[in-house]
T-cell receptor, first 112, second 115 residues
Framework: QKEVEQDPGPLSVPEGAIVSLNCTYS??????FMWYRQYSRKGPELLMY????GNKEDGRFTAQVDKSSKYISLFIRDSQPSDSATYLC????????????FGRGTSLIVHP | GAVVSQHPSWVICKSGTSVKIECRSLDFQATTMFWYRQFPKQSLMLMAT?????????EQGVEKDKFLINHASLTLSTLTVTSAHPEDSSFYICSAKTVPDQPQHFGDGTRLSIL
């Protein structure tokens, strides 16, 4: 079992839909969680950073962390064609080298 | 803030040549920089971690003599692919962070094609 599992998709939704992207993990030591957006042939761009459990909202994006279930989510409201990209989750444990583990990414397609 | 610049964005060269890729943190000092490799539709594969003024720490299976990493200052790290061959063709991405428990910020990647 991989430490971080993420469905590669593609996930295709109509413009305006609410998108739910998810990752599960197995390492209970993970304490900080991130979501990155990566457009084709570009580097990942940090969208959300959360520490421990709970919700965090930033504009149309909401990140949720459920440590009891080892499950994290990213919600995108009112999705736009410009949101079409690959979304990578990443997580890590405090202490040590602080090197996060990345999911393989979910490809999202928002069609007009 | 937290801008990481990577150069070049695309390079094509002949087999056997060496290629240097630069990674710069433009508006912050990066205590740690990372180098990743990414194959199409795959996740990021960490190659090495470098701290300013120290030797890089390579991940298992990454050839140190093949992929030379230098982190000479708090704003610059370089990756040199020595004697490159077609199998080295890939998308290489660097990232940097300021303090350990903060997220990494990525450059835009370098597409390397070896003919």
């Amino acid at each position: 079992q991989k430490e971080v599992e993420q469905d590669p998709g593609p996930l295709s939704v109509p413009e305006g839909a609410i998108v739910s992207l998810n990752c599960t993990y197995s390492n209970s030591a993970f304490q900080y969680f991130m979501w990155y957006r990566q457009y084709s042939r570009k580097g990942p761009e940090l969208l959300m950073y959360t520490y421990s459990s709970g919700n965090k909202e930033d504009g149309r994006f909401t990140a949720q962390v459920d440590k009891s279930s080892k499950y994290i989510s990213l919600f995108i409201r009112d999705s736009q064609p410009s949101d079409s990209a690959t979304y990578l989750c990443a997580m890590g444990a405090s202490g040590g080298s602080y090197i996060p583990t990345f999911g393989r990414g979910t490809s999202l397609i928002v069609h007009p | 803030g937290a801008v990481v610049s990577q150069h070049p964005s695309w390079v094509i060269c002949k087999s056997g040549t060496s290629v240097k890729i630069e990674c710069r943190s433009l508006d912050f000092q990066a205590t740690t920089m990372f180098w990743y490799r990414q194959f199409p539709k795959q996740s990021l594969m960490l190659m090495a971690t470098s701290n300013e003024g120290s030797k890089a720490t390579y991940e298992q299976g990454v050839e140190k003599d093949k992929f030379l990493i230098n982190h000479a200052s708090l704003t610059l790290s370089t990756l040199t692919v020595t004697s490159a061959h077609p199998e080295d063709s890939s998308f290489y991405i660097c990232s940097a962070k300021t303090v350990p428990d903060q997220p990494q910020h990525f450059g835009d990647g370098t597409r390397l094609s070896i003919l």
